[in-house]
């Protein structure tokens, strides 16, 4: 073993609000036995508050003192939060997975979708992935240096900013196309340029010329509207997407259910220096604590931080923990053992002790 394969990794550990203590549990269980059996050092873990069990503790979802931790680790796993929940004085700050991707800067949210064999999908060839420009666009949150791009000037009106800037195109377009090349070379820029000719057709335009360096990518492009009725009939023809923030937001939701459930829906945002692994589902409140919750999303959203690591420093053991989570999961969906929302009987403990045992088969 390298020297670089035995360093520990050091990775932030928040598990939210509804469900995520149980898929984050999860996620973690099967990381443990994914990075053993890769022959990587051990995982430090590092358990940070956020949510409801913040505010019962530190008067806040999310504390300074876990933004300031995660700047001190390598990476950090996720758990989904309700901030509708919260008490009224909580509900109008930034939700914390949104304040977190601003502070420190993760620009790409990348969102796989595909169809596993002995899950019934509404699209059984769907195997696509959505990059979705994660700091500006139209979400009002996080596109401003300060506060918020949605105001009301007055009591009757209402509006909102959308962002769109040449460097936030450029970067998330070369995200797109490396991606791309490493697929099936193929692109498809998504926007809205016929009633947003500025913002999306900068957009659209940006990603075509970063496009010129990358020959071996086919690149086309697609009206938003379009691409939705599209990946309905014919879900298996799109290999990598590229949009903007809200777009992303929705398209990978549709993609996420066209591929079984949402429950299977990973995603990791991430700079070139940062990353952060999170399930696109939310926090499910009503099967919180029932031992019910499908925690596939999240285990392999975990495989793709360690992928993400692997390249980061080098470290092909990670590399092989996540193919190792990924097989896994598949193989485990294939045998016919999936929790309720897939139309199986396992519960999320059964289902993460079935993925443990496959990690360690070759």
Request: one cysteine or more; a negative charge; hydrophobic letters at 45%.
């Amino acid at each position: 073993m390298t020297e670089v394969n035995a360093r520990s990794l050091r990775l932030g550990l928040i598990d939210g609000d509804g469900i995520g203590p149980e898929v984050v549990r999860a996620a973690r269980q099967v990381v443990d036995e994914a990075v053993a059996a890769a022959g990587a050092a051990p995982i430090e873990w590092v358990p940070l508050p956020m949510g409801h069990l913040a505010i019962a503790e530190h008067g806040d979802p999310l504390p300074e003192h876990t933004m300031a931790a995660l700047a001190d680790v390598d990476a950090w796993i996720l758990g989904p939060h309700d901030n509708a929940s919260y008490p009224p004085e909580h509900r109008t700050s930034v939700a914390p997975g949104g304040a977190i991707r601003k502070r420190f800067g993760l620009y790409a949210n990348i969102r796989p979708a595909r169809a596993f064999k002995g899950v019934r999908a509404a699209a059984p060839d769907i195997d696509l992935v959505i990059v979705r420009e994660n700091s500006e666009g139209f979400y009002a949150d996080r596109n401003m240096f300060a506060g918020s791009g949605e105001f009301r000037p007055t009591e009757d009106v209402a509006m909102a900013v959308g962002v769109v800037t040449r460097q936030g195109c450029e970067r998330i377009a070369h995200q797109a196309l490396r991606l791309a090349e490493s697929r099936r070379k193929r692109l498809t820029i998504v926007h809205k340029a016929n009633v947003l000719p500025l913002t999306m057709g900068m957009f659209r335009d940006v990603c075509y010329e970063i496009a010129h360096g990358y020959p071996g990518v086919r690149v086309d492009d697609e009206h938003v509207d379009a691409t939705a009725a599209h990946l309905v009939r014919a879900a298996a023809d799109y290999d990598v997407l590229v949009t903007e923030n809200l777009f992303g937001d929705i398209l990978s939701d549709l993609a996420g259910e066209l591929s079984g459930s949402l429950g299977l829906a990973a995603s990791l945002n991430c700079s070139a220096e940062r990353a952060m692994a999170q399930a696109v589902h939310g926090a499910a409140p009503t099967l919180a604590g029932r031992n019910r919750a499908n925690p596939a999303a999240l285990q392999l959203s975990s495989a793709m931080l360690l992928r993400w690591l692997g390249t980061r420093d080098h470290n092909g053991a990670f590399g092989h923990a996540a193919e190792r989570i990924e097989r896994a999961v598949a193989a485990t969906f294939e045998a016919g053992i999936a929790t309720a929302d897939l139309g199986g009987l396992a519960s999320t403990s059964e289902f993460t002790e079935q993925v443990c045992a496959r990690v360690h088969r070759r």
